[in-house]
């Protein structure tokens, strides 16, 4: 029923009379960038799972890096090797995924870089990652033969796909510590592209309804940024009749933020609510194969950035664009405090 899945058995058979230890290593695949943006980002890595915790290998810590001031700089690496309990293993870029998996569990885990290949446009831009999977099965009688089980599924990395795989497979998907977030706006996602058959307008209409959501917070946050803008003219006041003893200025200035139902973190308190939510919107669409190759309104493919044409090789995007004219007048609508110098008001 899964049209991605491979349904795989080896079997070994010890021909002597002697036992023999049995042990076989199964190689994952080879990974590569979709897209130059995608080089080096932890997207391009092999991963497995130890039955509690998911562990990725990025290619980075093959080819090395100098670290952000030299620290936590790193030479290049040919080969990687782990031990761990494996229930199973994978290696992926942003969009595609292979996962072994079986009944046995695995002992090691093996990362190695791959050569671009001849034909490649830029040779260090099709850097690969792959990995291999090693199992210890015991020892084999003379005589005796055993068999190994395995599912190996290579295809997009949709959620609900994986997610019906069993065994946190779904965890290929990398959502980080926002996780349920991330599964929850997914879920609320489908639901509307069931409706609006757009990932476009889905992405927009579930961002209007996260926004409504937290319209209550917003407005509470609003309220008392205005009440805070009305009192600047006597803060100011108690600034300077009390600039000598800064703790009565302070007593007077709590005093004054209660008289008139005054919370200095109200404006704030929503935005530090929403954060998780949309980092987990962000974690969640960066890797949504859904995604590839969906056109929207001028954006010829939902997965990459909706660049129009370049200017001296810079790179021209109407939504960024977009977003930072929205939040220039937002900006500007934020009550300023009359009391700042100058160059704070601005």
Same mark, same amino acid.
């Given at each position: 029923?899964?049209?991605?899945? =491979?349904?795989?058995?080896?079997?070994?058979?010890?021909?002597?009379?002697?036992?023999?230890? &049995?042990?076989?290593?199964?190689?994952?695949?080879?990974?590569?960038? =979709?897209?130059? %943006?995608?080089?080096?980002?932890?997207?391009?890595? *092999?991963?497995?799972?130890?039955? $509690?915790?998911?562990?990725?290998?990025?290619?980075?810590?093959?080819?090395?890096?100098?670290?952000?001031?030299?620290?936590?700089?790193?030479?290049?690496?040919? !080969?990687?090797?782990?031990?761990?309990?494996?229930?199973?293993?994978? *290696?992926?870029?942003?969009?595609?995924?292979? !996962?072994?998996?079986?009944?046995?569990?695995?002992?090691?885990?093996? !990362?190695?870089?791959?050569?671009?290949?001849?034909?490649? *446009?830029?040779?260090?831009?099709? &850097?690969?990652?792959?990995?291999? !999977?090693?199992?210890?099965?015991?020892?084999?009688?003379?005589?005796?033969?055993?068999?190994? %089980?395995?599912?190996?599924?290579?295809?997009?990395? %949709?959620?609900?796909?994986?997610?019906?795989?069993?065994?946190?497979?779904?965890?290929?998907?990398?959502?980080?510590? &926002?996780?349920?977030?991330?599964? /929850?706006?997914?879920?609320?996602?489908?639901?509307?592209?069931?409706? *609006?058959?757009?990932?476009?307008?889905?992405?927009?209409?579930?961002?209007?309804?996260?926004? /409504?959501?937290?319209?209550?917070?917003?407005?509470?946050?609003?309220?008392?940024?205005?009440?805070?803008?009305?009192?600047?003219?006597?803060?100011?006041?108690?600034?300077?009749?009390?600039?000598?003893?800064? $703790?009565?200025?302070?007593?007077?200035?709590?005093?004054?933020?209660?008289?008139?139902?005054?919370?200095?973190?109200?404006?704030?308190?929503?935005?530090?609510?929403?954060?998780? @939510?949309?980092?987990?919107?962000?974690?969640?669409?960066?890797?949504?194969?859904?995604?590839?190759? %969906?056109?929207?309104?001028?954006?010829?493919?939902?997965? /990459?950035?909706?660049?129009?044409?370049?200017?001296?090789?810079?790179?021209?995007?109407?939504?960024?664009? @977009?977003?930072?004219?929205?939040?220039?007048? $937002?900006?500007?609508?934020?009550?300023?405090?009359?009391?700042?110098?100058?160059?704070?008001?601005?």
């Amino acid at each position: 029923d899964e049209p991605y899945t =491979i349904e795989h058995s080896t079997t070994f058979k010890n021909n002597s009379t002697s036992k023999m230890p &049995l042990s076989s290593i199964f190689n994952l695949g080879t990974a590569r960038p =979709i897209t130059e %943006e995608m080089i080096g980002v932890n997207f391009l890595n *092999v991963g497995y799972f130890d039955g $509690q915790d998911a562990e990725f290998i990025p290619i980075k810590k093959l080819t090395g890096g100098k670290g952000f001031l030299g620290i936590g700089a790193s030479d290049p690496k040919d !080969v990687i090797a782990e031990s761990a309990r494996i229930e199973w293993s994978s *290696v992926k870029n942003q969009f595609f995924a292979s !996962v072994l998996s079986s009944g046995s569990i695995a002992s090691d885990v093996f !990362v190695k870089k791959v050569a671009p290949p001849s034909d490649a *446009v830029n040779q260090a831009d099709r &850097l690969g990652i792959s990995g291999s !999977v090693g199992y210890e099965l015991g020892t084999l009688a003379g005589g005796e033969s055993k068999s190994l %089980e395995l599912q190996y599924f290579v295809g997009p990395k %949709e959620f609900k796909r994986l997610q019906a795989m069993g065994n946190e497979q779904d965890l290929v998907m990398q959502f980080g510590f &926002l996780g349920f977030f991330s599964k /929850l706006l997914l879920a609320f996602m489908y639901l509307i592209h069931s409706v *609006v058959p757009s990932w476009g307008w889905s992405i927009v209409i579930m961002t209007i309804c996260i926004k /409504l959501l937290f319209w209550p917070l917003t407005a509470k946050a609003s309220r008392s940024q205005k009440r805070m803008a009305s009192i600047q003219g006597p803060m100011a006041e108690l600034k300077e009749k009390h600039k000598d003893n800064p $703790q009565k200025m302070q007593q007077e200035t709590l005093k004054l933020f209660k008289e008139h139902q005054v919370n200095p973190v109200a404006g704030c308190l929503p935005m530090l609510i929403q954060m998780p @939510i949309f980092l987990g919107l962000f974690y969640m669409l960066r890797t949504a194969s859904e995604l590839r190759f %969906e056109s929207f309104l001028w954006v010829s493919d939902l997965s /990459l950035p909706d660049t129009q044409f370049m200017v001296g090789g810079l790179p021209i995007n109407i939504l960024p664009m @977009i977003m930072g004219v929205t939040m220039f007048f $937002q900006m500007s609508m934020m009550p300023v405090s009359p009391t700042a110098d100058p160059m704070q008001q601005k």
